[in-house]
């Protein structure tokens, strides 16, 4: 069969940490590992009754031929529909404990009943874990995100037109947002014109943090948008769970020159980040190069810069610094990037004479460096007073 | 203060059930139990880096004076925007385990230590469980979605109107959609339009499925709505997180003798559970009254007949029937029916002749008897050829 990722490397992961048996339940993996099926009935919603669907693809170390996939009743409709690699399908679950228990028989079956399960433990569900438990009492049950997450590093060709879609598909909202703003507008009425637009462009809205005046406060609120004030626009929407996530800045009347200043020193930030982007480079480089620029900048005391990797997830792999909020195990802080990989870039002032002022890119490693995707209207995008 | 909620019926149900705190997590009960509120940034998206994004509301038997949410850093802008009834709020977690860990030290600062709590088991993240039970060994957790669905029952007039707009927002939608539509388009493409038509209108598209010609398949899919075909959609949406969940027949040209005959089959049983309902019925009065009228039809065996409430999860309380695949606690198969429920009453057709008819009505238990939403477009809505 044709896989739609590479389970060479997936097996590879799954030796070096001594897995036996994916069993992957979130919808992003699930899909990931489907090559972009999801079953549509429940492609939003989850709960059912008094319990969730909960699909499951469990790949074991003994390769595709002994994969399974457990489903809900009607997935038989789309499966005929699109095709599906998975050679063993039981769409027989209507629960999580359901899925557990059809899991477990899958296992056994197998003859894992004592080996490594590698689930999604800030996923899977509670009561799906404790029948897992009770039923297979001699596996052990460990953590499969970081397996997952590097399976996902390097993005397929399908993969990376999806978060140009994506991308592409956000700033041309935003342009069309400013298009229909007027002064006066409310930050919340701009962030529903804004989620209007995205779903007119077939994305799924994720959020908008929108900013004007001096207030740093980015929750779309009553706040309305002043001729001469900044609007800083940032926003997440997805293709086909392919995630886009880019900040442009606007202004009513032409921007003054503090404001030219201030958004001219967000993007020497991010252009010197986007030189250390290339295979083999690191994201220690790339916090090097933006924080070496920064350092000569008049305002440098209000800037801050970030970056991460991003595809199915916020903040995925690569995880570019070994200091964040989150347990980053395989940090690219060190660790080489590769071609595929896809970065989100982004530079943030809080500027106390003209509040919030930012530029989010997403960038994707290539051979020979990397791609810009929606890598426009990234100067004032200037709204008539 | 004022709860957005019936904190009576709340510490009630938790005596009855031996529950100390309730820590809900699911955007469903946290939704209600803050009276709408939901995090705009994680409206959609829930994974963040190598974890999710984790809410958590505990409301102890003690009462709301000494209940707590967790919640992540920027909720700060819009729970001060919009206001927040719970007295101690911690907005420090970005992780299921960091929610797990706050939650424990806050249910320790309760001496409830050694109580019982209650999660909803079937969404609960498997590491918070296995937080919790580390951090405290002493209590009991057990499955708390009873209790939230239970509490949940009796809609309240905020949530009534949210079902109506959800309600007529989808028949509007499924209208529309067919002023748009021409002969020969997929059922595929049909939905797409519905998704935009629904989006245009303020709700959240969660599905439609969509069935044509003598096919029972209703999966969008490259099929095509040919003229003299009916076409069945049945679709689900969202305002606020509220469900609105309808079915509605169309054919190209006029209907057939069999066609309006098998539709009008639909609407005899439709009605006589519609008669069925009033406070004080139950479910098992509706469902008898539904298949007295179908026994005598003389499609009878191509006919079936489902009710099941409806709110913010699809298939909520009350439950109408204790034979449902789900584990139906508190059914309401004998129960009293009481104002404010919610119903979702469907009827289907399977027709060897003519392929899938279905209705399906959303109803609103009253004072004296039942309101229905959205109780337009039920005969056959006619496309030119």
Known sequence: VNLPFDAARLRGLMEEAGVDLVLATTKHNVQYLLGGYKFFFFGVMEAMGMSRYLPALGFPKSGPDDAFYIGDPMEVWQQEETGFWVPNVENRSRSSVTTAAVAAELIAARGLGNGTIAVELPFLPADTYQRLRELLPDCRIVDGVGVLEELRACKQPYELELIRAASEG??????????????????????????????????T??????????????APSQQEWRPGSSLSLDSGGTKN??????????VIGEPSALQRELLEEVDVVQQ???Q???????????????EAALRDLP??????????????VSHEVPHLTGEGTWPYPGSHATRPLEPGMVLSVETTMRSAESGFVKLEDTLVVTEDGFEAYGDTARGWNVVAA
């Open 170 to 203: 956000i700033v041309a909202s935003m342009l069309a947002t400013l298009a229909r703003a007027k002064p006066g507008m409310t930050t919340e009425a701009i962030a529903d014109v804004l989620r209007e637009e995205e779903q007119l462009r077939g994305l």
């Open 205 to 218: 809205f994720d959020y908008c943090l929108a900013a004007t005046g001096r207030s740093l406060t980015r």
């Open 241 to 250: 769970g392919y995630i886009g996530d880019l900040a442009r800045m606007a």
């Open 272 to 274: 010197a980040a986007r």
């Open 276 to 290: 250390a982007i290339q295979p083999g480079g690191s994201g220690g480089a790339i916090y090097e190069a933006a």
């Open 299 to 312: 305002h440098r005391s209000e800037l801050d810069f970030e970056a991460h990797g991003v595809g199915l």
